[in-house]
T-cell receptor
Framework: GAGVSQSPRYKVAKRGQDVALRCDPI?????LFWYQQALGQGPEFLTY????????KSGLPSDRFFAERPEGSVSTLKIQRTQQEDSAVYLC?????????????FGQGTRLTVV | AQKVTQAQTEISVVEKEDVTLDCVYE???????LFWYKQPPSGELVFLIR??????QNEISGRYSWNFQKSTSSFNFTITASQVVDSAVYFC?????????????FGTGTQLKVEL
């Protein structure tokens, strides 16, 4: 497809379960971002990749959160031992390398519910 | 630290009314970028506009217009002759200049409801 694709769209996890969320960015986009959006709030930055390098992970809320992009394209956000406060929509965005084009293209997100 | 404030949580208007969504930002950077995104019920954030801190010209795109005023650190968004399809959550966002990537700081959003 032409846009950013995320899967699954919805995920229900039992507290303590590990989850993996996938992001397929737009082909050729160098930059990839993960954001967390709690209900009724704006998205909050989690982490940023430039190709396969994770250049900024300052937004990851705890060491239970881990992201990777091993080949510089698809990215996975993994949450270990999920807790109720992890319930949110996780948004992935990608943008081209060209600094003049700072528009980030967002996927539809994965809604994670921890029960 | 960067901060974006959208004081209006929810706005309801009747179709064809004009509506302005407010955005106030804080940053210590001299070079930065401001954005507006639309989030319909489907959840995907749709890019509307980007402005850099050196360009204070107002912009108009169809029924949409943006008023950027550095003196008041505001970047307000006006929809003229609103339509039901404009109903969505609108986010204002700020990013600093960096060597690569545009980490966005978002406001809490304004829910716009346009009714017939």
């Amino acid at each position: 497809g032409a846009g950013v694709s995320q899967s699954p769209r919805y995920k229900v996890a039992k507290r303590g379960q590990d989850v993996a969320l996938r992001c397929d960015p737009i082909s050729g986009h160098v930059s990839l971002f993960w954001y967390q959006q709690a209900l009724g709030q704006g998205p909050e930055f989690l982490t940023y990749f430039q190709n396969e390098a994770q250049l900024d992970k300052s937004g990851l809320p705890s060491d239970r959160f881990f992201a990777e992009r091993p080949e510089g394209s698809v990215s996975t956000l993994k949450i270990q031992r999920t807790q109720q406060e992890d319930s949110a929509v996780y948004l992935c965005a990608s943008s081209p390398e060209n600094r003049d084009s700072l528009e980030a293209f967002f996927g539809q997100g994965t809604r994670l519910t921890v029960v | 630290a960067q901060k974006v404030t959208q004081a209006q949580t929810e706005i309801s208007v009747v179709e064809k009314e004009d509506v302005t969504l407010d955005c106030v930002y804080e940053t210590r950077d001299t070079t930065y970028y401001l954005f507006w995104y639309k989030q319909p019920p489907s959840g995907e954030l749709v890019f509307l506009i980007r402005r850099n801190s050196f360009d204070e010209q107002n912009e108009i795109s169809g029924r949409y217009s943006w008023n950027f005023q550095k003196s008041t650190s505001s970047f307000n968004f006006t929809i003229t002759a609103s339509q039901v399809v404009d109903s969505a959550v609108y986010f204002c966002a700020l990013s600093e200049e960096r060597g690569g990537g545009n980490k966005l700081t978002f406001g809490t959003g304004t829910q716009l409801k346009v009714e017939l």
